[in-house]
């Protein structure tokens, strides 16, 4: 496909950077929900803040990764193996967006505008749509599911890349 | 900003020391208000209601102290719900200890504030697991009850007012309170912690009226008749008071704010109304008003959104069915 060996430089910032921030945006997300403590209403604050920051941050990701050419998969995986990888980072790709979407679409149709930072607003629908609500608060839960165990899967298969098959595929993304 | 950056962050740890044995969950404590008998489809808490709509004139008093236009001179349209506490959408009204106005100013795409008040002007405790070992202590009984209020000399504000509380023949003439105190915040900045209370301008006698739908059908028959007004009384604090305690009123020579009067002229059946859709999340809050750390308060985000979850759910996939009154 290509003959680099690496992602570029602005494709790990990306790739790190936002592991980093849906590992925090699941984990508080996770947590908020069950919790009766002072800090929930916090935490939820951040979580819909940072939650949009999100979604901006992978468009401009996608937007990035598709100017530029990345590392070919190691030549001695079988076809369906290299498509297992492609297919897979395009659900990750897809689930980071319908997280951050079905996050907003929620609250959206809840009527609950989202306060960025107390700079400004962000709109909601002035009244209350229960049914859609019910419907994207469901997703929101389906798709961060989903997420986890593809993450899982994803890091086990990056794991299993370095030490067992001991190839280039995750030094290729340090 | 840092801040919520710190809170993201510092989240996980949060849940790794979050392991002492009192704690409950937000699902625990919307589990133990629902009860046994589930009716879907309905609020887990304050189940029976009646929609109500009408407005909010203010007369402009209280804009000094906070930014949020509803408190400019002129009048905001609300959509609202009184309600009795309970998890069962057909107990009798007046059974209830509890009576309760919800209202929803859905002001524009960008501001919207939800209240929920009650009677009683305080909590009996000060923090949402003490809370869930209350209701614990009165489902078991009189007896568990009186030995958790033994134990627990903070209610003591509580009893006293529960001790001369006369419950009225109608909605109309409650009192209804925020209990957990906000901070009003004013163009320049400057915070100021308020309570407020929904004052009745009528008082209708006790009754002993045996129809389950007592207060309800007062209420619209009321209503038909001519407006239902409350005065909306602020409470402002001073620096010896505490805004994040629920149990403890604010001495009564504090001072006090009329912003306007608070007008319901329609009532509608909740299941046609629009109230029923609303989570009256009391931390939907507009530019101007902030929620204070209270843990009582900050504990009714995640519980009432649990709450709305599974109604929402359930009325999406047509398990809402209207029970019938026994
Ligand atoms: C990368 C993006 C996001 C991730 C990974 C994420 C993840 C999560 C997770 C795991 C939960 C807990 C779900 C459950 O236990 O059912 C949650 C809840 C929630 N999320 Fe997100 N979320 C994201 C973006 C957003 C955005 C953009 C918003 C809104 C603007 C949002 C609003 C919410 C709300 C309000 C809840 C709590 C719902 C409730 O209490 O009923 N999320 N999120
Ligand atoms: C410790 C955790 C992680 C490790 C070790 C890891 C490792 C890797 C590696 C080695 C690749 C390159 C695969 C290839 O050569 O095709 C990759 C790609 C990718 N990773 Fe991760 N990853 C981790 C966490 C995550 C998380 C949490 C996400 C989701 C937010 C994620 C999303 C992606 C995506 C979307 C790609 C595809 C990149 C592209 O082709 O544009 N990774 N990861
Ligand atoms: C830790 C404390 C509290 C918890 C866990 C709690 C929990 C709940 C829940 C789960 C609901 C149902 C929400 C829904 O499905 O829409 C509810 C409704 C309600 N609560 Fe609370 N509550 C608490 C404290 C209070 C306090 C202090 C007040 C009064 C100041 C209050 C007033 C109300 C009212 C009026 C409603 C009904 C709103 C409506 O008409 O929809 N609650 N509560």
Redesign the pocket.
Known sequence: MTNTER?SLS?RL???G??????AMLTAGLLMVASLDGWQLTVLTAHKVFGVIAVLL?SA??IN?LRQA??A?PDDLSHWQKMS??V???L??G??FAMPVSGYLMQYFAARPIDVFGWFRLPAALNVDIYTYALFRELHSVFAIA?IC??AL??G???H??IIRKD??????? | MKKLIWALLLTPMVGLAADEPVNVTAQQFVDLQQGNAVYPGFRRAHAKGICVSGEFRSNGQLSDYSKAPVFQSGATPFTGRLSIAGNNPTAPDLKAPVRSLALSFSISSTEQWRLAMNTPPVMAVADPHTFYQQILAIQAGPAAIKQFFSEHPESKEFLAWAAQYKASGSFASETYNSINAFYLINHNGKRQAVRWAMQPTVTVATTDAQDVDALQNEIANRVVAGNVVFDWVFTLADAADDENNATKAWPDSRQKITAGQIVINNTTAQLEGGCHAINFDPLVLPTGIEATADPILRARSSAYAESYRRRATEQLTGALKEPEND
């Not at chain 1, 936002?18 to 590992?23: D, G, P, Q, R, Y």
């Open positions: 992602f494709m990306f790739h790190w936002m592991a980093a921030l849906v590992f992978v990701r996608l990764r990345i590392p998969l990888a492609r897979s980072h395009w990750l790709y689930l980071l997420l593809l993450i994803h890091i298969a990056a794991l890349h370095h280039k595929v995750l030094k290729s993304m340090l």
